[in-house]
Every structure is written in structure tokens, then in C-alpha cells.
């Protein structure tokens, strides 16, 4: 987090981490199986998108098309064998897969899950002004 308590320095990082995970497992696997390079993605890559992502969030568009427009898994799909043709969300219903963004989302509800039935072990008066 940077002095204007934005995570831009964070975000940008994990992103080139994430690109360089998925181009060595392009480069690295033998097998072009698009099922078995996904399970290698969905292993080994989202893990460091998807970290505490409840935390970092993006808020501005322009993180959030650093993540997802530009997205390590949208590059990575199109690289699949037989999935450059269609275009993104066609690729992702095809493999069975959700977006970054969609997941974030998910996330995000579960968190507040969380929160509201009290399962973590965080008093939410610090976070939550509540009136009477």
C-alpha cells in the first residue's frame, strides 16, 4: 500500500508474477491437454491473484482492467490449443471457468458472510459504524 493507501505497487507486481508463472507453464509443459494446463493454471497462478484478495480489492477501473482486461487468464486462454477463435467469456464457459472479477466478487460475499455470523474472529465495531 502506498502513501495514498492505494495497492497499485502491489497489484502491478502480482500481475508480472502471475504472467511469468503462466508463460512458463506454456513453455514448460509438454502436454497441450487445455483441461490440464487449466488445472496447472488454476494451481499455480490464481493462488497469487486471488490472495487475500479481499484486502487489496481494486476500487479504480484501471486496476481492475490491470487485472482482468489485460488479465494473466485471459492471455493464458488464448493460448489454449483449439480456443484462440473465441473470444473470452465463450472461452471461459467452454473450460468451465469463472472471471478474476467474478471470483473477487465471490470473495468478497463470503467475507461479509463472515462478518454478519461473526465466524471470524474480528470485532466489527472497528470496521462498521452501526446507529441505534
Given amino acids: 500500500m502506498n502513501c495514498h ?3 497499485t505497487e502491489h497489484i502491478t507486481c502480482t ?3 502471475a504472467h511469468s508463472r503462466a508463460y512458463l507453464i506454456h ?3 509438454l502436454s497441450r491437454d487445455p483441461l490440464l494446463l487449466m488445472r496447472a493454471f488454476n494451481t499455480y497462478v490464481r493462488p497469487l491473484l486471488e490472495n487475500v ?3 487489496w480489492l481494486p476500487q479504480y477501473h484501471y486496476l481492475i482492467d490491470n487485472i482482468e482486461s489485460e488479465s494473466v487468464q485471459r492471455r493464458f486462454t488464448t493460448r489454449l490449443p483449439g480456443y484462440i477463435s473465441l473470444d473470452y467469456p465463450a472461452r471461459l464457459i467452454s473450460i468451465g471457468q469463472y472471471s478474476l ?3 473477487r466478487i465471490v470473495y468478497d460475499l463470503v467475507m461479509m ?3 454478519v455470523l461473526k465466524l471470524v474472529d474480528v470485532q466489527t465495531s472497528n470496521f462498521f459504524y ?3
Avoid: A, D
Fill in 5 to 7: 493507501l492505494k495497492f
Fill in 27 to 29: 513453455k514448460c509443459f
Fill in 101 to 103: 472479477e467474478k471470483r
Fill in 53 to 55: 484478495s479481499p484486502v
Fill in 15 to 17: 500481475v508480472g508474477k
Fill in 113 to 115: 458472510y463472515k462478518f
Fill in 130 to 132: 452501526l446507529t441505534k
